[in-house]
């Protein structure tokens, strides 16, 4: 096999790829979620920049039994939103490349990605809160 033989096969399952893509897009429900997750993302990151800004020694965890046990730069917020678009970018992928055979686990992949992202949600709000 040569080089033009393998980038013949690498275009051709990108068009592939492509044309799947368009498939999703079409999709009005899995198009939703998409949208909404990634809304919901983006109000954890101008939460995180608008309530809390760039301040230094942010209490980044509370506990029940010992009260704030960890601390930290503003910076180290940004992990929760970084993950949540992880998610995002994985589960959905993997959702448009199974949607074909399995739409339902297509369907449930992006239900969960929103899921993930309400729960990231609500534990930026709890950062927030015990940051005010």
């Known amino acids: 096999m040569n080089l033009n033989q393998c980038f013949a096969i690498f275009y051709q399952q990108l068009s592939l790829a492509k044309q799947l893509f368009r498939l999703i897009i ?3 429900t899995i198009s939703f979620l998409v949208i909404v ?5 983006l109000l954890i990151f101008i939460l995180f ?3 809390i800004g760039f301040r230094q020694n942010i209490p980044l965890h509370y506990n029940v039994y010992f009260g704030i046990n960890l ?3 503003w910076y180290q917020l940004l992990v929760i939103p970084f993950l949540g678009l992880l998610v995002i970018l994985i589960n959905s992928t993997v959702a448009t490349f199974i949607y074909l055979k399995e739409r339902m686990l297509a369907y449930f992949l992006v239900g969960s990605t929103l899921a993930i992202q309400i729960l990231l949600l609500l ?3 709890a950062i927030v809160w015990l940051n005010t």
Do not use: F, I, P
């Not at 997750?37 to 993302?41: D, I, T, Y």
């Open 71 to 73: 601390m930290g730069d």
């Open 123 to 125: 534990a930026g709000l």
């Open 37 to 41: 997750s990634l809304l919901a993302n």
């Open 49 to 51: 920049l608008v309530k």
């Open 26 to 28: 079409a999709n009005w």
